[in-house]
């Protein structure tokens, strides 16, 4: 598999995966610590128990989930997550498949044909 061109053709089309502060590159990879079903996507320094949380979870929590120091960095945090496209989550698996934290699953090659991206055998 080329992993490269994989991370290249995700980044020419997702350029919001370039942000190093949150999205996929700023957490371990895996699922959102609250509800384990959503794609990890940002990092709480917080009062709440969770660590990393997806979409839906960080957006019930709101600010919540960080400490009133990184008040306004949450705001900032949650109008980035809103503003993603609906296929977020499964971009940011394929991103953690292209840099060879996640092996592909059935599921995300669908996702794989489905956004014409270059093919990532295991
Ligand atoms: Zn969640
Ligand atoms: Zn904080």
Redesign the pocket.
């Given at each position: 598999m080329d992993r490269a061109a994989l991370r290249a053709a995700l980044r020419a089309r997702y350029p919001w995966l370039d942000a190093t502060e949150l999205g996929p590159r700023a957490v371990e990879a895996g699922e959102?610590d609250?509800?384990t079903?959503?794609a990890r996507l940002v990092e709480t320094c917080g009062p709440s128990a969770w660590r990393y949380?997806?979409r839906?979870?960080a957006d019930a929590l709101g600010p919540e989930a960080w400490c009133e120091g990184h008040g306004e960095d949450a705001v900032a945090y949650l109008t980035w997550l809103a503003a993603l496209p609906a296929e977020a989550d499964d971009v940011a698996r394929l991103w953690w498949v292209a840099t060879g934290e996640v092996r592909v699953d059935p599921s995300l090659r669908e996702r794989m044909e489905n956004l014409q991206l270059p093919h990532a055998e295991r």
């Open positions: 959102c609250r509800c079903s959503e949380l997806g839906s979870c």
